[in-house]
């Protein structure tokens, strides 16, 4: 594993996989934090959420408290997609498509929901093969039925296994995992790098752990 920025970046530069976290990274908010404030209980739903990003709870539990205040039906669910328009962080779209001219295959890996990071995945020109996140189960009657847990990110080092499996199945040798949090920098490894972000927060475990740390995609662009 890369630990001083000039491994992180020379890890980068010859980069075949780089894995984004969305929460607070592609996206400047948490999506299930707005989708709270939608309905109108966001104070309770992201105390849970800065608890599970600091380390102080399991990823698991802030997910199924969270569940459980926001109710998220089908009808509640669309009504917050229609309320707002995609719009990922400033240089991400960029970004992208440096990393995609380098030759890297760019994955979202999230502990959000895939129904959520649709829109700004679409942005990007990343197809929802390349999302791994969370995803809603519902009852015919449109009341949720839960989380489909199959999905590896509905549980702590649910990154990390998203991203062995990755490297398994496709053969990547230089992985790179870009994140607020510290469920991101649990990801390293198996990725070969970490990147930790703070444009849009930033976390003290994910600042001092990380072997390289910026506040802009730009910082990440102009070193390649």
């Known amino acids: 594993m890369a630990c001083t920025k000039e491994e992180v970046i020379a890890v980068l530069k010859r980069a075949d996989a780089v894995c984004f976290d969305v929460d607070s990274t592609i996206c400047p908010d948490e999506g299930i934090d ?3 404030k939608h309905l109108e209980v966001g104070d309770k739903v992201k105390l849970l959420t ?14 199924a408290q969270r569940i459980a205040i926001i ?10 997609l229609a309320s707002r328009s995609p719009s990922p962080t400033p240089g991400a779209k960029k970004l ?3 990393l995609r001219s380098l030759g890297a295959h760019v994955y979202l890996v999230s502990g959000g929901f895939a129904e959520i990071i649709s829109p700004t995945a679409k942005v990007l ?8 996140a969370n995803r809603f189960l519902y009852y015919y009657t449109g009341e949720c039925a839960g989380v489909d847990e199959k999905q590896p990110t509905c549980r702590s080092g649910g990154k990390a296994e998203v991203l062995s499996q990755l490297k398994s199945s496709h053969g990547f040798k230089n992985m790179v995992m870009i994140g607020d ?3 991101d920098l649990e990801a ?3 990725a070969d790098a970490f990147i930790g972000f703070g444009a849009n927060v930033v976390r003290n475990l994910v600042k001092e752990k990380a072997g390289w740390f910026v ?9 390649l």
């Open 71 to 80: 109710n998220p039906t089908r009808d509640r669910l669309e009504s917050f």
């Open 181 to 183: 949090g510290a469920t």
């Open 188 to 190: 390293c490894p198996p």
């Open 50 to 63: 800065k608890e599970a990003m600091d380390g102080n709870m399991t990823f698991q539990e802030a997910l």
């Open 96 to 98: 992208v498509e440096k």
């Open 125 to 132: 020109d990343i197809p929802a093969e390349d999302i791994k």
């Open 34 to 36: 707005e989708f709270a």
């Open 215 to 223: 506040h802009s995609f730009q910082e990440i662009i102009d070193v």
